[in-house]
């Protein structure tokens, strides 16, 4: 049965990913529709095109066959919020928000409720604090460490000297964007640099006076925090008053082809740090075009397979089988629970022989989950965009964050966040 998405939140009804009754259910809140969609469709399409992919190929995860939930945010946090309420009671396994806004008002009301919350390079920093924050992760990496390994990749070109440097954060004036700013706040007092901070209002397609000041000052690096259309204009804006496109550097989330590509030959040389590989060079991609793509049962047309969202979504699901199968060998039953899919979350680990396994050799660096740690290492690497080869590919090696000034940001909000929500640490002693 071909997969099609549901337009409304509330009243959504559930897909079935495959031919027979399904049993895991895994809520998709996807945004189709809406400002941002042209980045949430590619994310939904990989998310779903694994999961009909494991129903069609293996027979579900541990024999059983998996249920997708999608729900329709449109990037709203209130609709994002309606949507875990109608969607909670359906046996739901965990939530992917794919959005910080959403992530933010879902951890009190899914830890109250034992289901598990994956922000997967988004969300609250602070809950890599796995004490503190029981039912929330944010593996493989969170947004402070995507600054810091943007800064470490700075460094490197620089002979490991920022001192007297100028670097200007533009970011979307949300939450999401305003999350890396005390990082660079904190790693511009350590390595010498200045930090300018030039927020752009949603949706962002007015971005004319924060790139007249860019070229007025003349930084020497720009970092982007954007999603949707901020991006695509900020990179033309930087084209057109001619920034060098090799100092202009994105989050994970700001480097993507949508935000490259409506800029031609301008956006050649761009650079984005990112936590998992690019392209379509993995053996995965051959099982989904054949027992996918081509038996009708794509979420999508087909044509983004290999696309960074894609692969991003896609990597979300995969981190969500593994961890449901990990919670099927814990709890010795293929029926796992949420609160089960959370003890499988807590205990996940991801080596490269499993990913060589299910056809991701190389796709993102190994690492491990505990009590203490529902974040990873944070491991990342630095990508760029070649507008001639029309492709991104991947410039450095993965790096470790500087852990020295974000483990103490993590500790301290974290910390901030138990007083407040009366929660007491030395759960993961017990």
């Not at 079935?16 to 809406?34: I, M, Q």
């Not at 050799?361 to 529902?374: A, I, Q, Y």
């Not at 020295?404 to 002693?429: F, H, K, N, T, W």
Request: hydrophobic share 35%; net charge negative; with cysteine.
């Amino acid at each position: 049965m071909k997969l099609k998405t549901l337009a409304l939140a509330a009243s959504t009804t559930a897909i079935l990913a495959g031919p027979a009754a399904a049993e895991l259910v895994f809520p998709s809140l996807d945004y189709r529709t809406g400002p941002y969609a042209a980045n949430g469709i590619p994310f939904a399409d990989g998310y779903a095109d694994y999961f009909t992919l494991l129903n069609e190929r293996d027979g579900g995860i541990g024999g059983e066959m998996v249920r997708l939930l999608p729900c329709e945010t449109g990037y709203n946090t209130e609709r994002g919020v309606e949507c875990y309420e109608s969607t909670k009671g359906e046996g739901s396994l965990v939530y992917q928000p794919l959005s910080t806004g959403i992530t933010y008002q879902l951890i009190p009301k899914a830890t109250a409720d034992d289901i598990p919350v994956h922000s997967m390079g988004y969300g609250r920093t602070s809950a890599a604090d796995g004490e503190v924050f029981s039912h929330v992760f944010n593996y493989p990496a969170n947004y402070w460490q995507g600054a810091s390994g943007i800064i470490n990749h700075i460094l490197e070109e620089n002979d490991g000297d920022l001192e007297g440097k100028t670097i200007a954060l533009i970011y979307h004036n949300s939450a999401f964007g305003k999350e890396p700013i005390r990082t660079l706040q904190e790693l511009g007092e350590q390595h010498g640099f200045e930090l300018t901070e030039l927020p752009v209002d949603h949706p962002g397609q007015e971005q004319r006076s924060q790139w007249l000041d860019i070229r007025r000052s003349q930084p020497d690096y720009v970092i982007m925090w954007g999603w949707g259309v901020m991006n695509q204009v900020a990179i033309q804006e930087a084209a057109n008053i001619r920034y060098p496109m090799e100092q202009f550097y994105g989050v994970w989330w700001s480097g993507s082809e949508n935000d490259v590509i409506p800029a031609g030959e301008g956006a050649d040389g761009y650079r984005s740090v990112t936590f998992h590989a690019v392209g379509d060079d993995f053996p995965i991609f051959d099982d989904i075009q054949q027992y996918v793509v081509d038996t009708g049962n794509a979420a999508g047309a087909g044509d983004q397979i290999g696309t960074v969202l894609y692969n991003r979504g896609m990597y979300a699901a995969m981190l969500a089988a593994e961890a449901a199968r990990t919670a099927q060998e814990i709890h010795g039953t293929a029926e796992i629970t949420p609160a089960m899919m959370r003890d499988g979350m807590e205990a996940l680990e991801i080596t490269e022989e499993r990913m060589t396994e299910l056809g991701l050799p190389g796709f993102g660096p190994e690492f491990s989950v505990s009590c203490e740690n529902h974040g990873g290492p944070g491991l990342s690497a630095i990508a760029q965009w070649s507008a001639a080869d029309q492709e991104w590919s991947l410039i450095s090696d993965y790096a470790a964050p500087d852990d020295g000034v974000i483990q103490p940001l993590i500790e301290e909000d974290a910390a901030m966040y138990a007083e407040e929500a009366s929660i007491e640490r030395g759960r993961c002693a017990e």
